[in-house]
């Protein structure tokens, strides 16, 4: 047998990266695999390797293959796969408060000495990651698809105001991408947002945009945009109902949104009925949560 019939096949390499991210396997022989096929020559292995590697992305090396690929592969939807999984080196940056003065720029005290280097690692890692992003939605030689993933895996830094310009900036495009990855983005932080998605919250506007904006405005508490999400519960799209119908439980400002919702969970259409019987166990836990606390002083630790 020659070297050439040696060699696994795409298919099976292919079969083996699935298996990995459908199993969560991410062993040591698994993410090393991972690697080594972020570096194929075959386009389909490497986009494989590149969504997989979201498994993998804090462990070393795998970043900085990642950005090898987003700055230099010629083949867009590999570069896409891998803005995904970079995605969540910006969300695990959030959570660690690196936009924030006491975040990781702060030295404890009782971290052990590897501690500290992995926390210095991964922040130097973050500010790659952020930079690179910033970049690319800046390029004015950048695809607009590369842009709009590169959006969507900045949205995490929503509260920052040049993230909130560039958002400003999709929504103004023509194109309907731009403007549904823009609604996305605002989902993060709907509170910057009550008038933007309230006028897309509207009859005249396409069903993907009256889905996307209600969407993103499920972790929002405004009123105004509960009441135009309520004028949408005569729709006879099952996918518009459902999404309105969780939307507003978990903005909880509803008049008599318990009866609402115990009407819908008799809804002929199943899937507006899974949604309003979701929606009821939502509210109840709201309900449940808000009297513990304003009426006991009891808050959960």
Known sequence: ??????????????????????????????????QEQLLSDDDRIRAGAALTAS?????????????????????EAIRKASLNSL??????????????DSGADTKMDFYEEWDELQEESLHEDYLRVKNLLFTLIQDD??????????????SDLGFLPAVREFIQEFIELEAESAKIVALQAMGKYPQYWTTELSDYISIEQPTSMVLEA?????????????QRIEKFLEHEDPEILSYALLTLANINQTDNLGEILQKFSHHPNERV?????????????KNF????????GYEES
């Open 55 to 75: 498994g993998c992305v804090f462990y070393p090396k795998t970043i900085d293959l990642l950005l090898e690929i987003v700055e230099n592969d010629d083949n």
């Open 289 to 296: 949560d808000d009297y513990m606390k304003n009426e006991l």
């Open 1 to 34: 047998m020659n070297d050439y019939e040696a060699q696994p096949h795409w298919q099976d390499i292919l079969q083996r990266i699935a298996s990995i991210r459908e199993q969560d396997d991410y062993s040591t022989a698994n993410i090393e695999f991972i």
């Open 141 to 154: 030689f950048e695809s607009q698809t590369i842009k709009e993933i590169g959006l969507l895996a900045l």
């Open 273 to 285: 009925n899974q949604a309003a019987n979701e929606a009821l166990r939502l509210f109840s836990q």
């Open 214 to 226: 209600i969407s993103s405005s499920y972790s929002s508490n405004s009123l105004e945009i509960a």
């Open 87 to 100: 995605g969540l080196v910006i969300h695990e940056g959030v959570m660690r408060n690196y936009e924030n």
